[in-house]
């Protein structure tokens, strides 16, 4: 007879019916490291070492032909690879240095000053300083953030109440960085279009772990970068504009390269590029680019679907284990509500993270949050259990 009660599914079966860790071979760090770090720096595909290398080559064979052979092509052709993973049209992304970078160039379209009454910016009192810190600083701009009540979520009802016909631009980090707390951008882009206003999303802690669409959203600029989740390291932030708004826009922060002849060197004042070489500026950042191409290749091939399937479960079982060992949980429970980070507060955080990464166990802590733990595509089942027992049994030796 037929034994009626299931099989429970244990940790071994788990990871043999996960097809995204046959990707683990690619991250050469997976080896030595239980890395639950992605957040903060996705972890180092094989082939960057191998792109760094056609980029030398490149340099050294064909010296100053490279430029025409592919490098000066490649903030848009780099910047379709990420279009795939975040739903944007072919030439539709820049790449730009980071998500400083890409807010300096969204804010210099305004003209605040003269704006009249529209003239506000509504954010989310929890985006990320540099968002904030631009806002702050903008001559005739109003800022208005909406407070957390919990310092966890923001309140969609007091975001959409805080859009008015006076705001010209809403900011909104598609996932809170603090936090994890994902925002309902489509919700917030539906209203900022009801009432004529722009909307400005924040992917950096979304693209590659949560599935994003700018497109069906209908968001007029996104931004991020690639040392997080997509895995393509420093200096390879990316800017989506939508197409429609493109002769509208008069970035003033701007450059030679943003100029519809940019080889012709014109005297006066800058014609603009119909694409979106629009919105660059200066000399592109050429090794950064080869170093990302890797990460955004396997991020794509892998499918964010997939990994935020994974995410949704793992982040679930990491709750489930910071609960039976008495941690305070500092991100949504709700899992279409919660990125891909689970944060956990023990006594002494900061020194347990500092000394678990001595023993390869690497994770981050975030003053006023806590440890913020996060698995990716490439995550073992059993290294959920290992973290929060070396958090544990670290936690008590440091009190
Ligand atoms: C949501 C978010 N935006 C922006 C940044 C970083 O900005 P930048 O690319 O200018 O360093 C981070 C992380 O460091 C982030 O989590």
Known sequence: MNNPCPTPITLRDNNQMDPLL?????????????????????????????????????WETRGIRAWEEGWWE??????DLIGKIIGAGPGEISMQQNVSVSQWIVLSCFDFANAGKRNKIVSESMNFPTNLYNYHGLQGARLVTVPSEDGMTIPLDRMLEAIDEETALVSASHVLFRSSF??????????????????????????????????ELGV???????????C???????????????PTLKPRVTGWSAHARPFAFEDGPI??????????????????????IPGYKIIAEA?????????????????????????????PRDPNQRGGVVVIDVENGYEVVKELAKRDILMDYRP??????????????EELEETIQAIKAMSLQAA
């Open 232 to 246: 393509g390291g420093p200096g390879n932030g990316y800017l989506y504009v939508r197409r429609d708004l493109w």
């Open 220 to 230: 007029d600029f996104a931004m991020g970068g690639s040392v997080k989740w997509l």
């Open 182 to 215: 994902l925002q309902d951008l489509a919700a917030i882009t539906k209203r900022a279009h009801e009432v004529g206003a722009l909307v400005c999303a924040d992917l950096y802690q979304s693209a590659g772990t949560v599935p994003v669409n700018v497109r």
């Open 368 to 381: 006023g949050a806590g440890i913020r733990i996060a698995p990716h595509f490439y995550t073992k089942d």
């Open 271 to 292: 014609e603009y590029a119909d694409n979106a070489y629009r919105f660059q500026h200066g000399t592109p950042n050429v090794p950064a680019m080869f170093a990302g």
């Open 74 to 79: 490649m903030p848009i052709s780099v910047g």
């Open 22 to 58: 046959s990707w683990r071979k690619e991250f050469p760090i997976l080896e030595k490291s239980i890395y639950m770090i992605s957040h903060s720096l996705g972890a180092m595909p094989r082939g960057v070492r191998h792109g760094l290398d056609e980029y030398a080559t490149m």
């Open 303 to 331: 499918g964010v679907e997939n990994i935020r399937a994974k995410s949704q479960r793992q982040t679930e079982r990491l709750i489930a284990l910071a609960d039976e060992a008495g941690m305070t949980v500092r991100s």
